[in-house]
């Protein structure tokens, strides 16, 4: 107990297959448990970029409500 993995590396990697050697399967569309897309890569880009845009409004003394708009 306690030691590293004994099970043989998966070939051409450094791992076995049971702790990282395999892919994880197919992202994005064409994975079956695929909802909306609101958590993909690029959707959370989006979303730091807006909350950095929004945080620099604030600096510069624009009012912003909650949902990101201008206020009066």
Known sequence: ??????????????RCRLHGGRSTGVRGEANGAYRHGGRTKEAEALQRRVRKLLAQLKERGFEVDDAGMPCG
């Open 1 to 14: 107990m306690g030691g590293s993995c004994r099970c043989p590396a998966v070939r051409g990697k450094a």
